[in-house]
């Protein structure tokens, strides 16, 4: 069950409401406004990434000036998604639970920690660069690497067409400075790289192994 309350305040001009006093279904719905446009979106419980379901429908009071060109790519870019997302998994219970079959040598295992899923991926993210804005030469740690490199190959997995933006956006950073990080995480090992130059990757078995290794003093307790 959703944990979101009916009068939960709004973000980006989008109001959060129970799923189930809507249509009755388990999770969280996002209301918001995009020109003459009504968007619904809806995430069930533990979703990550971006929703399970949107609805795009022409506003009551809009006027035909405002729909005349139907529902556009611009429309669609005006959504804002990533943060929509970030404020559900803010709001819900925990943001996904594992998928992996551990008999299952095909799939690869997602370890039962929230800090590294999706959510607490880009909370890691976060605490880094607000700790150490310019690490310099420094650089940063594996840990860095391994947050971006989950969060990325999340987006890419859900499908968005440009995961670095998103990240950017979830993160509150520009798209170069998200650029640089992927490209870093790939260069430390904890991003497979993508085909034929399009976007995507997935997490390597070295920073599956990594996570697995930082949880694992946890185990048992």
């Known amino acids: 069950m959703s944990v979101v309350s009916a009068d939960e305040t709004s973000t980006e001009g989008f109001t959060f409401r129970p799923a189930e006093e809507m249509d009755g279904r388990e999770g969280i719905v996002a209301i918001g406004r995009v020109g003459g446009w009504e968007v619904r979106a809806w995430w ?3 979703e990550h990434g971006g929703p399970r379901d949107l609805h795009i429908v ?3 009071d809009a006027q035909p000036r405002d729909l005349g060109r139907g529902i556009t790519t611009g429309t669609l870019r ?3 998604l990533a943060r929509l997302a970030v404020k559900v998994r803010e709001l819900g219970p925990s943001p996904y639970e594992p998928t992996w079959d551990a008999d299952d040598p095909e799939m690869k295992p997602r370890p039962e920690d929230d800090r590294y899923l999706l959510g607490g991926a880009l909370d890691v993210i ?3 660069v607000n700790a150490d804005p310019n690490p310099g030469r420094r650089g940063r740690p594996d840990i860095f690497h391994v947050a971006v490199a989950h969060a990325y190959a999340g987006y890419a997995e ?3 067409p440009n995961p670095v933006q998103m990240l950017a956006e979830a993160t509150g950073v520009g798209r170069r400075t998200a650029s ?3 490209v870093q995480a790939r260069a430390a090992g904890m991003l497979t790289q993508a085909t034929e130059r399009q976007p995507g ?3 390597s078995d070295k920073a599956i192994s990594l996570m697995e290794q930082m949880i694992k003093p946890k185990e048992g307790n």
């Open 58 to 60: 022409p506003a009551e």
């Open 44 to 46: 069930p419980p533990g």
């Open 126 to 128: 976060t605490e880094h």
């Open 201 to 203: 990757g997935a997490l």
């Open 158 to 160: 859900t499908g968005y």
């Open 78 to 80: 005006s959504i804002p």
């Open 180 to 182: 640089n990080w992927v």
